[in-house]
Nanobody, 119 residues
Framework: QVQLVESGGGLVQAGGSLGLSCAASGSTSRVNAMGWYRQAPGREREAVATISAGGRTNYAEAVKGRFTIARDNAKNTVYLQMNNLKPEDTAVYYC?????????????WGQGTQVTVSS
């Protein structure tokens, strides 16, 4: 089992910045990709940014140039720095980790953290 504990988030005005972090613990011997997803009210969960174990990153078009994802493999921690935030970034943000166990990859999710951007 793997536990993901998120921190960060909160309320910020448009144009401001926030940082999120997510630490994985438990059976983390093989953590592959990690990432951040978000879900706004009435909408489906969507990928925001992902990062492979080797550091390759992918971003949603809506956040390119504003968000930066990074990870510390020694700490099994993933970070999301969010700059120039917009009201449309308001959502619950979830951390995700893909953990391999005996050649099977499992998805784990954090509890979610609220990000609210006021106009």
């Amino acid at each position: 089992q793997v536990q993901l504990v998120e921190s960060g988030g909160g309320l910020v005005q448009a144009g401001g910045s926030l940082g999120l972090s997510c630490a994985a613990s438990g059976s983390t011997s093989r953590v592959n990709a990690m990432g951040w997803y978000r879900q706004a009210p009435g909408r489906e969960r969507e990928a925001v940014a992902t990062i492979s174990a080797g550091g390759r990153t992918n971003y949603a078009e809506a956040v390119k140039g504003r968000f930066t994802i990074a990870r510390d493999n020694a700490k099994n921690t993933v970070y999301l720095q969010m700059n120039n935030l917009k009201p449309e970034d308001t959502a619950v943000y979830y951390c995700n980790a893909k953990v391999e166990d005996y050649r099977v990859e499992y998805d784990y999710w954090g509890q979610g953290t609220q990000v609210t951007v006021s106009s």
